[in-house]
């Protein structure tokens, strides 16, 4: 089973690291881009506080490569530009990386100095911050951004339901798991509203009054009937379910592996943040996943590879050194012209994204208790 020291991806900058092969989730984060812009602006105008002295923002489940500083890096630009366009000193900025303690940060603590030392004032102090994002990270009031993209799909552990009564995540029987794939989605998604209702509740202490988030993960559209019954990880776990019944991994092995990885919709995503309630919801979007890249270049060892880089510590902690023959059996499936890109819309996804405010109600409430004593 996945431990926490599991959920890392691949390390370092060679030819499999997450380094390396991102270009997805890059893709992604571009996205993100006019909300952080947004959220600057209106963090620098907000009406109950005068032009902020300093900011203090942090990417959460930051990983290591390029992507790791791309968010942070569009808020520094943004308070750049903003308070070039008022003639306004920029505030004081500290910028802080989150992820596992696992995660390879060496590559990213050399990419802070840098951006500390590169020409934008605003940026004073960096740091890393190592830890789970379903725990305390920072002080409370003391943050103004938290910027996340492809990690909360990450949960703090695997459905204890499903480990507990020895219920396998992915049948290889195709009627056993169609049988049993609405109850393992709906531990998953259990275990998906816990976790990020904490996240959310843990954020809210650490954010000034009126801080904001902006976060983004992979799901699926509450319209989308033909996602409904799939994991975010489908693709991966029928590779792997291949692989089970040509011998390569152990059946036994196959059947207690679990992906602790879940996909909301948009719906449930909204629903969960309405009823843990510290925060107000300014923007939602809905993206098609893939919609935008150029279909020639998603081949089939360029998509192995990036499941590779996301996925290769857990597997190989739980099969052995298996990543080889995972990437041949892609491969090997999506040999025929087309399969790849077929198989990539039967399992449409999509990216959500969400910009938050920290609501003022969350203060007024504290405040209210202290009243009545
Ligand atoms: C797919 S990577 C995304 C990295 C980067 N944000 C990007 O968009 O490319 C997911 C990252 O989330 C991190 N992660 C997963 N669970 C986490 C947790 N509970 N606390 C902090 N980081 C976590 C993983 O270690 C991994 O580096």
Request: hydrophobic fraction near 40%; aromatic fraction near 8%.
């Amino acid at each position: 089973m996945a431990s926490k020291q599991m959920v890392h991806m691949n390390q370092g900058q060679g030819e499999t690291s997450y380094a390396s092969n991102s270009g997805i989730q890059n893709a992604l984060q571009n996205r993100l881009k006019p909300l952080i812009e947004a959220a600057i602006v209106e963090l620098c105008s907000s009406t109950n506080t005068s032009f902020p002295e300093k900011m203090l923002i942090a990417d959460l489940g930051c990983s290591s490569g390029p992507n790791a500083l791309a968010l942070v890096s569009v808020a520094i630009e943004a308070i750049h530009s903003h308070c070039l366009h008022l003639q306004q000193p920029p505030p004081e900025v500290c910028v802080l990386l989150n992820d596992l303690p696992d995660n390879d940060f060496n590559t990213v603590v050399k990419s802070l100095v840098m951006l500390r030392q590169s020409n934008k004032p605003a940026v004073v102090t960096v740091g890393i911050t190592p830890g789970s994002f379903y725990e305390r990270l920072f002080t409370s009031g003391s943050m103004h951004l938290f910027c996340s993209s492809n990690s909360l799909n990450w949960l703090s552990k695997v459905p204890e339901d499903l480990t507990r009564n020895w219920i396998p995540a992915y049948d290889i029987d195709e009627h056993a798991r169609s049988e049993r794939l609405p109850m393992v989605l709906e531990a998953y998604a259990q275990q998906f509203r816990k976790d990020f209702t904490l996240f959310l509740e843990l954020r809210a202490k650490e954010l000034v009054p009126g801080g904001r988030m902006v976060v983004s993960l992979a799901g699926r559209r509450s319209d989308d009937r033909a996602s409904k019954f799939s994991h975010v990880w489908e693709v991966f776990a029928q590779i792997l379910s291949v692989m089970a019944s040509e011998g390569v991994i152990d059946k036994a092995k196959y059947d207690s592996f679990y992906v602790p990885v879940y996909g909301p919709s948009d719906e449930e995503l909204r629903e969960i943040i309405q009823a843990e309630g510290s925060f107000s919801i300014t923007e939602m979007r809905v993206h098609h996943f893939t919609r935008g890249r150029d279909n020639a270049l998603i081949t089939a060892s360029w998509y192995a590879n990036q499941m590779r880089a996301a996925f290769e510590p857990i597997v190989v902690h739980h099969f052995g050194d298996v990543m080889d023959e995972f990437v041949r059996t892609a491969e090997r499936r999506w040999s025929v012209e087309g399969s790849l890109q077929d198989e990539v819309t039967r399992y449409p996804r999509a990216q959500l994204v969400a910009s938050l405010t920290k609501n003022s109600l969350f203060k007024i409430s504290s405040d209210l208790s202290l009243f009545l004593g």
